[in-house]
């Protein structure tokens, strides 16, 4: 056989992990062909791709980012994928495709396979927000790094009597907010699941202070927003690249809480460290596994899926499940973790 | 209510962060009382226990060990404590015990849990062997210091063309020499539940060198022994604590190694740092919703059970369950890790 | 003796290896009393201290932050303390003072020590800025800490073909950003030292992608600022602190190159997470020599001075020299770093 | 000018950086050509090298181990360097050889420096113990790693009441064992340099259980040796490398103090990992630096020396002054360290 991997999406640690595990198992395993294409789905249209045998995927296991590129794909060019995939598909003689990516990857997998074209995709982001599947690979990364920072903060905070507010990553899901402010003590945790409510924030910290905690952590996701009429809110900038910037919801929770407080508040904004580098070895063993199955899955053809962890194993689920619904962190959850607020 | 914590068995990173979040939840949640006995089950018996309120496991989630202590205890004064503990249970004012330990702690809250006393335990282990749940916290611990051992031996070896023996925990169960193997990109593991063929190992090394890899690196469970005939093996001494010392495994393969490819081995015994220090996020989450669980149970009085974790959930299960058997690794696990030997 | 001890100003990892050093030195060498200050000056002025034995500062070595707690001392108050220092000797029983403080620090321990006052400074600072030694503790770790971010953004700059800007702490002196861009192998290096022009940078990021190299990292000091006229600027709104807030250099500078360059490029502001947490091993050994010998000055006399790294000996050197002038990042350590501009 | 460059002795983080360094400074900043000579001084006798230009030297500069490869080079061949050297630079076409490597290297290169060879050495050790130079890269690292592995049994000793050996690099130096037993609090440090009476550690920890310490970490370098009668002591058995195996000091001691004290004692043996792996940001901005000065000492033909680290300042030493003697710790700083037995 001849498969063709690719990557698509945001960088996440553990994506060079699949694709070493996919060539290790296709190649060694199998005696099949590999060829990567580059820069994602684009690689897939204009015919750029290059073989990858057991060398080219040599050391590349913790490495972080992606040997094969990625880049966001225009919606008419998948269109154009989706029509011409069999004449793809011939071109570059691929008799399957594994696409990893994130929901966006995982919905254009979709339709290439509603049209016929043999796809086996693998799950990646790591806001663990993908249905189907307990985790993703690429989150315990970014909650390891996340609550790395939190701890590094909490010193700080303390020494100076200071209210510390940390921005992570999680637009849509606030899985990371939960886990590493789970994992680092945060004294309040606010995510794209609730509003919240300032007032309650403000009243968390001054009971702190009164039984002489003279200082308080705050984890915030970035999609985070207060309940109405919590606090002043007003939507920032939209640069060219459609992003909201530099008026985050981190800069601007620590600074209502100073004015509410009269105490110090200092926003951290982790940004991009969380996405990016050296992965876990959770992540490590998961990515692998999944870049095993997808193999496996392609032989059995056990086409229009992608890998799932269910439990302790692998498994396939529809990619139709993948993409149905965000997969959001639950109320239980939150009730559990005792300080979302 | 009022509520008795112990510790039990050998350290385990995330110790500390079930001890606090039992506190929390029964403290905070449900304003319960607790008390810590200390050095284990000793304590219990002996009648040492100290009072852990909020600030009592304040800033102890990061750190390694436990604060309570732990200790082995010897058989006849388990039975001591299966026989009087009603009256213990007086003496100390508790209406449930939680014990967090490992097989041993368990087996020994179940006889506590058949005569009659309330208990939840937590189960606890860095090897990952307890049956009915699908992890343990301080495995994950464990594994990426293991991981980032092999990292390192990874470059050393190449640069100087040799092979690298890293031998982890693990007596009875692979998982750590599984997970960590797998996460470093060891080319061969060696398990306690599979026999290897030093052959085996020999052959592929020699594959690798004659392909232009010019070094290996095996990563090896301390537990994991040749097959019959397959290498000399001789029991080494036995120590006054019951230990065989000094001749592990890793140090008899590396030597065999070297011999058979007249090349240089050398083994690297990670030993007690896999134990040790502080618990890495996905410990920290783990051990801290199973204490908040534990304390759910004991409220709701679902005692001679332990808490697991099923898929994304915590749940309970029968202590009974968590001790029939070692969760040992399963076929699939070796066959899909594929540098199993 | 009595020895008095205080931590003042920012943050800084090492503080309590000083502390625990100062202590371990004093009571287990000589014999001494120490008592810790809290709150820095104010804890001295308030009369707020408390006895440390080697009990108090067991397990602190490794742990972020000060466990005598910081804060900054009004002007006035300090004018108090030179004018009454006698008296609070006195009352509080000391024949010595061990301020750990950064330039603000002292300076007011030179006052102190000016009117009479027996003091032996111990320099703090992350920025590495002080005068007269090779290195302060706590500068090795937050380079650690922004060369670890640098190393993540590497992978997710070169995978999605962006540039990544990297805002490092350093107001006035470019160590860190100087010392974490070399080592995490940036492309650009922006100091206080140096106004840079905006047109070299992009010219070497244009250059970068001409030769295939399609991302680019630069780290930028805070301080740095560019060259007149090399872009828009525009000093921030400065909130109630006197802090210019929520527009620093790397989000402008950021945003400066997308639009020049026509490519994403992204800021990530790594902020208090450099300050705070567990030491490095480096910083560890040098805070405890310099507690140490601040000790062993304290008993032959040698005041009004603060102790130095002098290449691989500890010294002392008068606290005139430390807090005469700002140590900044000289012009050939720019030249050697080769990618400063 | 067209520059050689080569690794030798054994693995030490930092060598890839000063590879990549010598190759920026000299293409980039001088126009120079540089080659690598494969596997140390055997890649010079059998003119087994091959270019480096920027590409080659990209993404290296955080990496273990060497790209370049390293091997021993026997005694009567070094010779024939000698003889030859002219030659030898003839037909590579090099103006200067650039080694990087420990005492036997810079030995070397003395000896070829001695009969007319153009040579700038770069000390290379994890063990710091050459002279002239305040510091090598590597050894920073390796203190890091140890203090790591000393922290995390600290929790392990702490919670089983029990005493820790650990055992680091440093034959017949102990930095290591100073620096990371300073770093790591530990309560006993042993070192080559001053034979230890078992006698004082057993003391010092029998005094640590009575004030309720009840645990103990000591550090032993692996060339550290008990004084004269102070336990038993027989050299192990030599192994076809020379190696004394399986039997070193950290085992032997942890053996005699458990006998001794009646209390667990577990020796834990670092081994290979302190020397493998990606270097601290300390160790890539020091090697980053030693290969820039080398090339900058070629072109002013400053031959004969190595790169030395004085203070803040690069300079460059006479070999003979590197190789003259070991640079071992001196009383002072055991004095210093007090925990030194």
Not at 272 to 278: D, E, F, N, S
Request: negative net charge; proline residues 4%.
């Amino acid at each position: 056989m001849r498969i063709g991997v690719l990557t698509a999406g945001g960088d996440c640690p553990g994506l060079n992990a699949v694709i070493r595990s996919v060539v290790h198992r296709a190649v060694a395993g199998h005696g099949d062909e590999v060829i990567g294409f580059e820069d994602g789905f684009k690689g897939l249209l204009d015919g750029h791709y290059r073989p990858l045998d057991l060398n080219a995927v040599s050391g590349i296991l913790s490495r972080g980012g992606t040997i094969l590129g990625s880049a966001r794909l225009e919606r008419n060019r998948l269109r154009e994928a989706a029509e011409n995939w069999h004449e793809l598909s011939e071109r570059t003689g691929i008799d399957a495709l594994i696409p990893i990516g994130g929901e966006g990857t995982l919905t254009a997998s979709r339709m290439l396979s509603d049209v016929g074209m043999p796809v086996v995709g693998v799950p990646k982001t790591i806001d663990n927000d993908i249905n189907g599947t307990d985790r993703t690979f690429g989150f315990d990364t970014a909650v390891g790094v996340a609550t790395e920072a939190i701890d590094r903060l909490k010193t700080t905070a303390e020494s100076h009597q200071r209210v510390m507010v940390v921005e992570v990553m999680g637009r849509h899901a606030g899985w990371i907010a939960l886990e590493s402010g789970m994992a680092g003590g945060a004294h309040g945790i606010c995510l794209p699941e609730r509003p919240f409510e300032v007032d309650d924030l403000v009243k968390m910290v001054e009971e702190r202070f009164a039984r002489g905690k003279k200082f308080a952590v705050v984890c915030i996701a970035e999609g985070a927003r207060p309940a109405e009429g919590s606090m002043p809110y007003e939507k920032g900038a939209i640069d060219q690249f459609g992003h909201e910037r530099f008026t985050g919801i981190g800069n601007r929770l620590a600074s209502e809480l100073e004015k509410r407080l009269g105490k110090e508040a200092r926003p951290v904004i982790l940004g991009h460290v969380q996405r990016g580098g050296t992965p876990t070895a959770y992540d490590r063993v998961l990515a692998t596994r999944f870049g095993w199955h997808a193999v496996e899955a392609v032989h059995r053809g056990d086409f229009g899926k992608m890998t799932a962890l269910t439990g302790t194993e692998i498994t396939t689920v529809p990619l139709a499940v993948g993409v149905e619904e965000l997969k959001t962190v639950p109320e239980k959850r939150m009730y559990e973790a005792e300080s979302v607020f």
